[in-house]
């Protein structure tokens, strides 16, 4: 099992930026791809990014294509999420997750019940 602690949300106004950052402990982490998932009120919990459990593949949903940028530093225990040119349809509680089992070569999970631990979530708002 590994525990996962997810920072950096806040408030921003529609066209900026903000990071997210996931802290990893109690297992060893670059055996195992990451993931960002996020929840808006009354919406299902959705899937924005993965990362390889090597960094070297990633994965986006459309919806961020090209906006947000994941990515992990396997010395750190750190995955990270970049998002830029935030919108208000992005405001939700962003997750990270770790994958629930081992993949081998760089492959990106996608599918919700491909992930075994989550975090606590951490909330981001955009404004029009």
Do not use: H
Request: net charge positive.
């Amino acid at each position: 099992q590994v525990q996962l602690e997810e920072s950096g949300g806040g408030l921003v106004q529609a066209g900026g930026s903000l990071r997210l950052s996931c802290a990893a402990s109690g297992r060893t982490f670059n055996l195992y791809a990451m993931g960002w998932f996020r929840q808006a009120p009354g919406k299902e919990r959705e899937f924005v990014a993965s990362v390889s459990r090597s960094g070297i593949s990633t994965y986006y949903a459309d919806s961020v294509k090209g906006r947000f940028t994941i990515s992990r530093d396997n010395a750190k225990n750190t995955v990270l999420l970049q998002m830029n040119t935030l919108r208000p349809e992005d405001t939700a509680v962003y997750y990270c997750a770790a994958a629930r089992t081992y993949f081998s070569g760089n492959y990106c999970p996608v599918n919700l019940l491909e992930y075994g631990d989550w975090g606590q979530g951490t909330q981001v708002t955009v404004s029009s």
